[in-house]
């Protein structure tokens, strides 16, 4: 049996993957699925508050503590945008895009 990868593009294409099959899943069984069925609502709540956290942590100074975090605020992005109807691969493609211009004008172009 082969080890999984863990860089971070293996791990989101696992977790999206799993996220897909939670949908329509029974939320007395599976977390995902509580949330998924709360809607686009309830689960971009739960992000906001995982950021708000993972924030915390970063001003903390606790690797760990922010490791932790970041990644139930990666987790709660993820099944937020599932919910929402967005995959990863939009996102990647949208970071591609931004990719040939620099930061501030990216930021410039969305006034």
Request: include cysteine; hydrophobic fraction near 45%; charged fraction near 25%.
């Amino acid at each position: 049996m082969s080890k999984a990868s863990h860089t971070l593009g293996d791990v989101l294409a696992r977790l999206h993957a799993t996220i897909e099959t939670r949908k329509g899943a029974d939320p007395d069984a599976s977390y995902t699925a509580l949330l998924l069925a709360g809607g686009v609502r309830k689960c971009a709540q739960k992000f906001g508050e995982e950021a708000i956290e993972t924030v915390l942590a970063a001003v903390g100074g606790d690797k760990a503590h922010l490791t932790a975090e970041a990644a139930d605020a990666l987790y709660h992005l993820m099944v937020t945008l599932a919910a929402a109807g967005v995959s990863p691969d939009d996102v990647a493609a949208e970071l591609a895009r931004r990719e040939s211009q620099s930061g501030h004008a990216e930021k410039a172009g969305r006034k």
